[in-house]
């Protein structure tokens, strides 16, 4: 009997986690679209986009959707209202540490449980915890970034090499920073959904590095959905972000022993746009698991050059991926599909049709 009964439980416990991991999926899915949602409903308030991140104070779009997922709250905690205009100008990571300010980080994070899918990440996870250079709450939703050097092949006419044109003089043509992806001067080269914030007002002096200094608190939508000239429905604006497990709720330093950009795979603050806490490159293989990983130097290795060495998207559900498009839709794409289809579903202007396997 009792070998009998241990048979029998063999049999329900997988289909108890898959029943299990089918209900979290259908919650990861919901949070999605609650994001598309916030999305539409601040292009409809404040007739614009929502930027991706802003300049003077790094702050990240999970920010700027707050007062459209119900948590003013907690975006009181870190910005300033002066006559009903918010501010973004101040450092999330000293705020986060600021006791006086935050003095429960585990309830606090709890607040942004919308940017969390809970096939990964629990309540004990909702903050990343090793000394880096931007702790914070932390996102398993990541914006899309395509830059346009990531041209596939097949498309053949030029269409996204048109806009690559020079900058500032300290960012030529010939570069290939993607790392500057909240530099104004940078805005051009993305042709992703959400970019960089608008300057209405600039610093009289620039930075050292000869880039605009804006003044924050001036920042505008730079674009409308009509920036989105594919059409909503082929576009790509939230996806589920790769997170290795040995990372999760980890904020490394910077630079791991013989790498480069570790920071891009740590699991840094959703608050700031430097830690790349909510962003992640289009044109790279969707994952779903971690092998490969190597915990010597804390990083993944990529061939090609460094600054492609973040991450892109990925997720813990057996063999799909979740992203929510423009028209508010969330599809699961398969883990199998190439990248160079999620970076044409993510280029605004690519004029490709795509079809999924």
């Not at 986690?17 to 404040?46: M, P, S, W, Y």
Request: net charge neutral; proline share 8%; glycine share 8%.
């Amino acid at each position: 009997m009792i070998a009998i009964i241990g048979v029998l439980i063999a049999l329900l416990l997988p289909a108890i986690q898959a029943a299990r991991e089918a209900a979290r999926r259908t919650q990861c899915i919901n949070k999605l679209k609650q994001i598309g949602l916030a999305v539409h409903n601040f292009h409809d308030t404040v007739n614009g986009l929502p930027p991706g991140c802003s300049v003077a104070s790094r702050v990240n779009i999970v920010v700027f959707l707050m007062p459209f997922m119900e948590l003013q709250s907690f975006q009181s905690m870190f910005c300033t209202s002066t006559g009903g205009v918010m501010e973004f100008d101040f450092d999330a990571t000293n705020r986060w540490n600021d006791a006086a300010r935050v003095p429960d980080k585990d309830k606090a994070a709890a607040g942004l449980s919308g940017w969390w899918c809970p096939s990964r990440r629990g309540a004990s996870q909702g903050h990343s915890k090793a000394v880096g250079q931007a702790i914070g709450p932390c996102s398993d939703y990541a914006v899309p970034l395509i830059h346009n050097i990531d041209i596939p092949p097949e498309t053949g006419d030029g269409r996204w090499a048109a806009s690559y044109q020079p900058h500032q003089p300290r960012n030529p043509a010939t570069d290939t920073k993607e790392w500057d992806y909240c530099e104004v001067d940078m805005a051009a080269r993305f042709l992703g959904p959400l970019r960089v914030a608008d300057y209405s007002a600039y610093k009289a002096a620039p930075r050292s590095n000869g880039a605009p200094d804006p003044e924050g608190n001036t920042w505008r939508p730079r674009d409308t959905m009509a920036w989105w000239q594919d059409g909503t429905s082929n576009q790509i604006i939230f996806g589920e972000k790769f997170i290795p497990e040995p990372v999760i709720a980890l904020c490394n330093d910077p630079e791991g022993p013989g790498q480069t950009n570790n920071w891009r795979a740590a699991d840094c603050s959703a608050l700031r746009s430097d830690s790349y806490g909510v962003f992640r490159y289009a044109r790279r293989p969707l994952r779903v698991d971690s092998s490969g990983w190597d915990p010597d130097s804390n990083n993944w290795r990529f061939t090609g050059f460094h600054q492609r060495n973040g991450y892109g998207f990925g997720s813990v559900h057996p063999g799909i991926v979740n992203f929510v498009f423009g028209d508010g839709s969330v599809k699961g794409i398969q883990v199998t599909t190439p990248d160079r289809l999620i970076a044409l579903l993510t280029c605004v202007n690519d004029g490709n049709v795509v079809d999924l396997p």
